[in-house]
């Protein structure tokens, strides 16, 4: 078990552009989570999955912004036509069904810089 | 509706020194409560969590945190502060339903001073 993955670690784009970031959870966590922290702010809730269907949606994760989990894996995160305030770090996490383990294991992050 | 609420943005010990980390947690129901580190570019690692069992709950490297009701505290210490714990501190809220979405404080970054 290597814990949860994120790539890249680091992104930078220019205003406009679409980005895309992966999540590898750890194995058998049937829940996956993504957050976004701005500098001097502790992690937002974005959205999450229940195996590989979404199951709520933050009012942050404007239309520009769009996850998907498509075989209850791995789980992308994409933002179309960037903004400069879309830049922070996003963060991952894992859980096992939340009625035995609620705990939620984190990943090391993407940073996103849009220039 | 959860929230919690870290006192104090920056805290500086000497090495040492006792470490005390505030936070204070608003709930409706039942909560669970988490203590996190994060060390500069890196991940959240769990330090330490409440799930409604013994209230004096110990974690990794020393850190131990008292679930008080009466206070809606759960206050994060350490006996003695050692270099390798400078990091920010984040406290977190959820409880038992479904989605078990985390709520978390802005943070507390701890300074430890030789």
């Known amino acids: 078990d290597t814990g949860v993955s994120q790539d890249p670690r680091h992104k930078i784009t220019k205003r406009g552009q679409n980005v895309t970031f992966r999540c590898d959870p750890i194995?058998?966590?049937?829940?996956l989570y993504w957050y976004r922290q701005t500098l001097g702010q502790g992690p937002e809730f974005l959205t999450y999955?229940?195996?590989?269907?979404?199951?709520?949606k933050s009012r942050l994760l404007s239309d520009r912004f769009s996850a998907e989990r498509p075989k209850g894996s791995f789980s992308t995160l994409e933002i179309q036509r960037t903004e400069q305030g879309d830049s922070a770090m996003y963060l991952c996490?894992?859980?096992?069904?939340?009625?035995?383990?609620?705990?939620?294991?984190f990943g090391p992050g993407t940073r996103l810089l849009v220039l | 509706a959860q929230s919690v609420t870290q006192l104090g943005s920056h805290v500086s010990v000497s090495e040492g020194a006792l470490v005390l980390l505030r936070c204070n947690y608003s709930?409706?129901?039942?909560?669970?409560l988490f203590w996190y580190v994060q060390y500069p570019n890196q991940g959240l690692q769990l330090l330490l969590k409440?799930?409604?069992?013994?209230?004096l709950v110990k974690g990794i490297n020393g850190f131990e945190a008292e679930f008080k009701k009466s206070e809606t505290s759960f206050h994060l210490t350490k006996p003695s502060a050692h270099m390798s714990d400078a990091a920010e501190y984040f406290c977190?809220?959820?409880?038992?339903?479904?989605?078990?979405?985390?709520?978390f404080g802005t943070g507390t970054s701890l300074t430890v001073i030789p």
């Open positions: 709930s409706s129901v039942p909560p669970y």
């Open positions: 977190a809220v959820t409880h038992e339903a479904p989605g078990n979405q985390f709520y």
């Open positions: 999955f229940q195996n590989e269907a979404q199951l709520e």
């Open positions: 996490a894992s859980s096992f069904d939340p009625r035995f383990e609620e705990t939620q294991y």
């Open positions: 409440y799930t409604s069992a013994a209230t």
């Open positions: 194995s058998e966590h049937n829940r």
